[in-house]
């Protein structure tokens, strides 16, 4: 319905969004969870463009995926 702004890639894999079983065939269930990825880590030059807190650190993608993987 267009709620994603600019972030164009949402509308990418949308059948594998609204249903886990075109990602996983014959999943049942979602589990879904949360990781704080906050970094305390402050930008070395105090005059440097302000970014976002979770920009700052590892990119959060690849954090969350080695969380993931672990997991399972």
């Known amino acids: ?6 972030m164009g890639y949402m509308e ?3 059948d594998k969004r609204v249903d886990p079983r075109e990602l996983v065939p014959g999943a049942r269930s979602v589990v879904t969870l949360m990781y704080n990825y ?3 880590k402050e930008p070395e030059d105090p005059t440097a463009p302000k970014l ?3 920009a700052l650190g590892k990119d ?8 993931l993987v672990e997991l399972l």
């Open 52 to 54: 976002s807190m979770y």
């Open 60 to 67: 959060y993608h690849h954090v969350i995926r080695e969380k």
């Open 12 to 14: 990418n894999h949308f």
């Open 1 to 6: 319905m267009g709620y994603h702004g600019k």
């Open 38 to 40: 906050f970094s305390e």
